[in-house]
């Protein structure tokens, strides 16, 4: 994420911090998934419903539960694409996401 955001022009330390965790929090990955979700496999979606009715065991401190299983959903779909090797999949799957939010940042 943050080599995605420095490469942005002319962002001083504080506004590099503030870009990323407009990608990384719960609340933006719940919002990423949500646009994505319809290019995802079935394979793919199965991880995620997966990933998203797992017990979590922690309660979220800075986002609602709705957004904190979406995210956690998404994060077992990164893990899934990651480890069983499939890396270009998770590159494309990420540029996606950033050029839909940067879209809807429009």
């Known amino acids: 994420m943050r ?3 420095m490469a942005k022009p002319n962002l001083r330390p504080h506004h590099l911090h503030g870009q990323s ?15 994505l979700e319809s290019q995802l496999s079935d394979d793919e979606k199965d991880v995620v419903r997966q ?12 986002a609602n539960v709705l957004d904190y299983r979406q995210a956690t959903a998404f994060e077992s ?7 069983t090797g499939a890396h270009d999949r998770l590159r494309e ?3 996606a996401g950033f050029q839909l939010l940067e879209e809807e940042e429009r």
Not at 21 to 35: E, H
Not at 51 to 62: E, I, L
Not at 77 to 83: A, K, N, P, R, S
């Open 77 to 83: 779909l990164v893990g899934y694409l990651y480890y």
């Open 51 to 62: 990933g998203r009715n797992a017990k979590s065991g922690t309660v979220p401190k800075n």
């Open 3 to 5: 080599q995605h955001v």
């Open 93 to 95: 799957l990420i540029a």
């Open 21 to 35: 965790t407009k990608y990384v929090s719960a609340k933006a990955q719940a919002r990423l998934l949500a646009l």
